[in-house]
Every structure is written in structure tokens, then in C-alpha cells.
């Protein structure tokens, strides 16, 4: 009878659920996938957690569980202390108590997770200072600093996206000007193209193409990104930056221009300078992650 420790780790994202079920060397035991169906109920519970307890219920015994979620952790780290908008009744639940598991369940921000996973067992396995930046729609991001995963004193902390790289840019979802979410977020694009393009991918192929203007548009976002990078590294002096999200896809078309831009820009002591790593765990790095935190009791 096999009785070594399984970890479970939930991500729960705005469409999607994803659990899995991991050995303490960082083995894959089960994965499995759910609909958040956010905006539902069931018994008068949201409908997100029926689909939490059914999933770890499906995954069987765990020693340890842990839970990735958007929004700003408490400070007790056992649930969502500010989401707004979305997810009604995530504020505040703690987890522990409604999934009736026997030990605490911590709770941490998705891109927490993500890099946590990704420093686990992914692009930063064995590293101690590492940065995650997710390029998407927006841009998210979080910070472990001497092997320890920065939260601040509110939760905002690894919030990179929000950070200003144009003071004269317009404002972003928390106010902050010119961010470079608003520099490279696909979100933006139509914004920065003039309505050219929605999408980043038909901005990448316009560009390879040989169209000016896309070249131009791109090499701008990269340009800011890099800007950004190089604060970066002087801000929390990371041995990598592990870049994840969906613009990560594009592979040479942005980490080859990024990294000469960087060049330009770092300071290297000596000498030495910070790579940038695609990040290697996908779509399940926060599973990942949040399996990990609930093994080290919080990350």
C-alpha cells in the first residue's frame, strides 16, 4: 500500500478551474479541470466552490492543499481579502473551513502561485531571486527575493504590471499612469495601433511580414518592456526573469529584440547580467504553485 504524502493544488481562474494532485519530489500524481461558472450558485453557496469540493474530492487524500485565486490575500493568508467585480463570494471565504479540509489551506495570488510553481519545478527551478512577468491581456508579475515570495504589507507586492514606465501615459485599472500593462497588454493594442490591430499575434505577423508601421508599434512595446526589466533588476537584483502569458508564444519575435534592448539598458556589475527565461509550466504552473505553498505552509 502506497502511503507517501500527495499535495493538491488548486488554481481557480475566471473561466477555468485546474487541480492537481503532486508527490513530494514534484511528481504529477492526477490532473483535473473544471468550469468556474462564476456568476452561479448552488445551494446558495457560490457554484466555483461546489466545483472546488468536487475536484479534490475526485483527487482523493491529501496531506496538503493549496489554493490559487486573483485578488489580493489576507493577511492570514487563509482567504481573499479584496476582488472586486468578479468571483462574488471569494471575498473573505476561507478555505480551510469550506472545503472542511484538517489542516490550513493557504491562499495566494495567481501570478504568486504561478511563480512559484515555475521556481518549483519550472523555467527557476532551484533559484532564489527570480522575477515572473505574464504578458496577456495585461501584465501581471510577482517577485521572490532571497527565497522568499514578496506579498507587502497590503498584497500588492509583485503587482509589475501597474508599474509606470510613461508619466505622461493615460491611466490604467488602479490609476497609475502610462503602466507598462497599458505599453504591451494585448488589451491595449487597438489603443496603440490606432485601431489597426486587436490582437497581438496578427500584429507579430504583420510585423514579420515586413510591415513598417507593426515593426514600429512592436519595437516600441519592447522598447518600454525593457525599460522595465532594467528597473527591475535594479529594484530586486533577480538571477532570472522568467517571462510567461501568452505573448511568451511568440517565442524569437519578442525574447531576441527584448534581449537587445536589455543589453542597452542593465546594469551589470562586473559584468553580469540577468537572463530571461521563457516560463516552462504553462497553463498549470499556479496548480503547481499552489501545491507548493500548501507543502512549505504559504510559500
Same mark, same amino acid.
Given at each position: 500500500?502506497?502511503?507517501?504524502?500527495?499535495?493538491?493544488?488548486?488554481?481557480?481562474?475566471?473561466?477555468?478551474?485546474?487541480? *492537481?494532485?503532486?508527490?513530494?519530489?514534484?511528481?504529477?500524481?492526477?490532473?483535473?479541470?473544471?468550469? #468556474?461558472?462564476?456568476?452561479?450558485?448552488?445551494?446558495?453557496?457560490?457554484?466555483? $466552490?461546489?466545483?472546488?469540493?468536487?475536484?479534490?474530492?475526485?483527487?482523493?487524500?491529501?496531506?496538503?492543499?493549496?489554493?490559487?485565486? +486573483?485578488?489580493?490575500?489576507?493577511?492570514?493568508?487563509?482567504?481573499?481579502?479584496?476582488?472586486?467585480?468578479?468571483?462574488?463570494?471569494?471575498?473573505?471565504?476561507?478555505?480551510?473551513?469550506?472545503?472542511?479540509?484538517?489542516?490550513?489551506?493557504?491562499?495566494?495570488?495567481?501570478?504568486?502561485?504561478?511563480? $512559484?510553481?515555475?521556481?518549483?519545478?519550472? %523555467?527557476? *527551478?532551484?533559484?532564489?531571486?527570480?522575477?515572473?512577468?505574464?504578458?496577456? #491581456?495585461?501584465?501581471?508579475?510577482?517577485?521572490?527575493?532571497?527565497?522568499?515570495? $514578496?506579498?507587502?504589507? $497590503?498584497?500588492?507586492?509583485?503587482?509589475?504590471?501597474?508599474?509606470?514606465?510613461?508619466?505622461?501615459?493615460?491611466?490604467?485599472? #488602479?490609476?497609475?499612469?502610462?503602466?507598462?500593462?497599458? %505599453?504591451?497588454?494585448?488589451?491595449?493594442? +487597438?489603443?496603440?495601433?490606432?485601431?489597426?490591430?486587436?490582437? #497581438?499575434?496578427?500584429?507579430?505577423?504583420?510585423?514579420?511580414?515586413?510591415?513598417?508601421?507593426?515593426?514600429?508599434?512592436?519595437?516600441?512595446?519592447?522598447?518600454?518592456? /525593457?525599460?522595465?526589466?532594467?528597473?527591475?533588476?535594479?529594484?530586486?537584483?533577480?538571477?532570472?526573469?522568467?517571462?510567461?502569458?501568452?505573448?511568451?508564444?511568440?517565442?524569437?519575435?519578442?525574447?531576441?529584440?527584448? *534581449?537587445?534592448?536589455?543589453?542597452?539598458?542593465?546594469?551589470? +556589475?562586473?559584468?553580469?547580467?540577468?537572463?530571461?527565461?521563457?516560463?516552462?509550466?504553462? /497553463?498549470?504552473?499556479?496548480?503547481?504553485?499552489?501545491?507548493?505553498?500548501?507543502?512549505?505552509?504559504?510559500?
Amino acid at each position: 500500500m502506497n502511503t507517501d504524502p500527495v499535495h493538491l493544488g488548486i488554481d481557480l481562474g475566471g473561466t477555468g478551474i485546474k487541480a *492537481a494532485a503532486f508527490s513530494a519530489d514534484g511528481r504529477v500524481l492526477a490532473r483535473l479541470e473544471a468550469p #468556474t461558472r462564476d456568476g452561479e450558485t448552488v445551494d446558495g453557496e457560490p457554484a466555483f $466552490l461546489h466545483e472546488v469540493r468536487r475536484l479534490v474530492r475526485e483527487l482523493g487524500p491529501a496531506s496538503t492543499l493549496g489554493l490559487a485565486v +486573483p485578488g489580493l490575500p489576507a493577511r492570514d493568508r487563509r482567504s481573499i481579502d479584496f476582488m472586486p467585480g468578479r468571483l462574488r463570494g471569494l471575498e473573505g471565504l476561507d478555505w480551510q473551513h469550506a472545503l472542511n479540509f484538517p489542516s490550513p489551506v493557504p491562499v495566494l495570488n495567481d501570478a504568486q502561485a504561478a511563480l $512559484l510553481g515555475e521556481a518549483w519545478l519550472g %523555467a527557476a *527551478a532551484g533559484r532564489e531571486n527570480v522575477i515572473l512577468l505574464t504578458l496577456g #491581456t495585461g501584465v501581471g508579475g510577482a517577485v521572490i527575493c532571497d527565497g522568499r515570495l $514578496l506579498r507587502g504589507h $497590503l498584497g500588492r507586492a509583485g503587482h509589475l504590471g501597474h508599474m509606470t514606465v510613461d508619466r505622461h501615459g493615460p491611466p490604467g485599472i #488602479t490609476g497609475t499612469p502610462g503602466s507598462i500593462e497599458w %505599453a504591451i497588454g494585448n488589451a491595449t493594442l +487597438p489603443e496603440r495601433s490606432g485601431g489597426r490591430f486587436t490582437m #497581438t499575434r496578427d500584429l507579430s505577423t504583420a510585423a514579420q511580414s515586413g510591415d513598417a508601421e507593426a515593426q514600429e508599434i512592436w519595437d516600441a512595446s519592447l522598447h518600454a518592456l /525593457a525599460a522595465h526589466c532594467a528597473g527591475l533588476i535594479c529594484a530586486f537584483d533577480p538571477e532570472v526573469i522568467v517571462i510567461g502569458g501568452g505573448l511568451s508564444e511568440l517565442d524569437d519575435f519578442l525574447f531576441s529584440p527584448l *534581449a537587445a534592448h536589455l543589453e542597452e539598458m542593465e546594469w551589470k +556589475p562586473r559584468g553580469h547580467s540577468v537572463r530571461l527565461v521563457k516560463a516552462s509550466l504553462g /497553463a498549470w504552473a499556479g496548480a503547481c504553485g499552489a501545491a507548493r505553498a500548501g507543502m512549505t505552509g504559504g510559500g
